[in-house]
C-alpha cells in the first residue's frame, strides 16, 4: 500500500507540472497571438526606408568593361552606385566585418555586449564617443536618422530589430555597401572605390580594403584625398587588427602596410557625356545601364581631339565615332569638342546632328 500511495503522489505532482507547463504554454501563445498582429500593424504604418523602395541611387553608364563614363546624381546630389554583395572583393568584406561587427552573421542585430561595453567608455569619459552599433544598427541609423540621444538609440535598437525581421544578414550588409557614407556626397563603397582609387570595389588590395573599410567611422576625417596622414593611419589600425585575429596573416599585413595612401581629387567621370545622357534616356529607369565603350580608346581620343582643337577657331567644334566592323558595336563616342563649352557649341552632339555634317 505505501509503495501505492507514493507512486500516486509521483503521478500527481507530474499531472500538476504538467498543467502548470500547459498554462505556461498556453500564455505564450496568447501572448504571441496578440503581438504579432501589433507587430504587423506597427510595420505597415512605420515602413523601413527601404532603397529599392525609394530612387536613391545615382545612375551611371559604364564602359563594356564596368568602369563609369558619366555618372547622374540623385535629387540630393549623392553619388550611390549599386552594387551586388558577390560584386565586392572578399577582402574588404573581411576587413569589414572583423573590425567593424565579428558577430555580425549571429547577433539579432543587437550585441548586448557592444551596447553595454559603449555604456561603460561613455560614463567613465563623461561624454559620448561610442554608441557600440552593430553593422545592422548602422543600416538601420542610414535609412532612419535620427539625434544622439538616449531616444535616438531607442529608435534605432527598434529599427534595428525591424530590419533583422524583415531581411536576412546579407540583404542587410548589401544594404550597408551600398549607402554607407563615405566622405561628402560620396555613399557606397564601389562609389567610394571608383571616387578615391579609380577601380572597381570588386578589385581591391588588401590594403585598399582596409581603408574603405575604415572610411564611413569617420567620412570627413579620413577622407584620402582631404586627410591621407589620417587615413593611412585609420587603415594601419584596421590591418594589425585583422593580424591580431588572425584574419590575415602577419607577412601580408606587413606588405599592405607599406603601402601609401596618396591623396585623390575626386572629379565626375565626364567620358562621353552626350553619348551616356542619350543612352540613360533610353534606359527604361535603369540604375545601370552597360555600353560598349571602350574607356581607354575613349580617353585618348578626347585627349587627342582637344589637342587638335586647340589650333582652330575658338567657335568650331568637331567629333568623333569608332565602329567595330566585327560586331558593329561602338568603341568611341565623342559627340562634340569640348563638353558644356557653350563657345564651341559644347551641348550640341555632332554625331547625331545632319545639319553639323560636312
Known amino acids: ?88 572583393s572578399p577582402l574588404y568584406i573581411e576587413a569589414l566585418v572583423n ?47 535620427h539625434k544622439r540621444s538616449l531616444w535616438g538609440k531607442s529608435k534605432q535598437i527598434l529599427r534595428t530589430l525591424q530590419l533583422e525581421w524583415q ?68 587603415r594601419n589600425k584596421v590591418l594589425q587588427r585583422l593580424a591580431d585575429f588572425d584574419i590575415w596573416q602577419q607577412e601580408i599585413v606587413d606588405d599592405a602596410l607599406l603601402e601609401q595612401v596618396f591623396s585623390f581629387n575626386f572629379r565626375p567621370k565626364q567620358l562621353a557625356p552626350l553619348l551616356a545622357r542619350r543612352l540613360l534616356n533610353h534606359s527604361n529607369g535603369q540604375s545601370v545601364v552597360k555600353s560598349t565603350i571602350d574607356s581607354d580608346l575613349q580617353l585618348a581620343l578626347q585627349d587627342s581631339l582637344t589637342s587638335y582643337m586647340a589650333r582652330l577657331p575658338k567657335q568650331s567644334s568637331a567629333a568623333i565615332l569608332v565602329v567595330d566592323n566585327k560586331s558593329s558595336a561602338v568603341k568611341a563616342y565623342i559627340g562634340t569638342a569640348d563638353f558644356a563649352n557653350a563657345q564651341r557649341h559644347g551641348y550640341v552632339d555632332m554625331v547625331q546632328d545632319r545639319k553639323s555634317v560636312v
Open 99 to 145: 573590425y567593424e561587427d565579428r558577430w555580425f552573421w549571429h547577433h539579432p542585430g543587437i550585441n548586448p555586449f557592444s551596447l553595454f561595453r559603449a555604456a561603460i567608455q561613455n560614463v567613465a569619459s563623461n561624454k559620448i564617443i561610442s554608441g557600440g552599433s552593430t553593422l545592422s544598427m548602422q543600416v538601420a541609423r542610414i535609412l532612419h536618422p
Open 167 to 234: 531581411l536576412d544578414k546579407k540583404q542587410i550588409l548589401q544594404l550597408y555597401l551600398n549607402t554607407a557614407p563615405f566622405g561628402g556626397t560620396i555613399e557606397g563603397v564601389q562609389a567610394a572605390s571608383f571616387t578615391y582609387l579609380n577601380k572597381s570595389a570588386q578589385a581591391l588590395t588588401h590594403a585598399e580594403a582596409a581603408l574603405l573599410a575604415v572610411l564611413p567611422q569617420a567620412p570627413t576625417r579620413y577622407r584620402p584625398d582631404l586627410h591621407a596622414q589620417a587615413a593611412q593611419k585609420a
Open 1 to 88: 500500500m505505501r509503495v501505492d500511495a507514493v507512486m500516486i503522489k509521483q503521478g500527481l505532482t507530474t499531472i500538476i507540472r504538467w498543467c502548470k507547463h500547459q498554462r505556461i504554454i498556453a500564455f505564450l501563445a496568447f501572448a504571441l497571438f496578440i503581438s504579432l498582429p501589433l507587430l504587423f500593424t506597427l510595420d505597415s504604418l512605420y515602413p523601413l526606408n527601404l532603397p529599392e523602395k525609394n530612387s536613391l541611387f545615382a545612375r551611371v553608364v559604364v564602359d563594356e568593361n564596368n568602369r563609369p563614363l558619366r555618372s547622374f546624381a540623385d535629387k540630393n546630389g549623392i553619388w550611390r552606385y549599386p552594387i551586388k554583395l558577390h560584386q565586392v
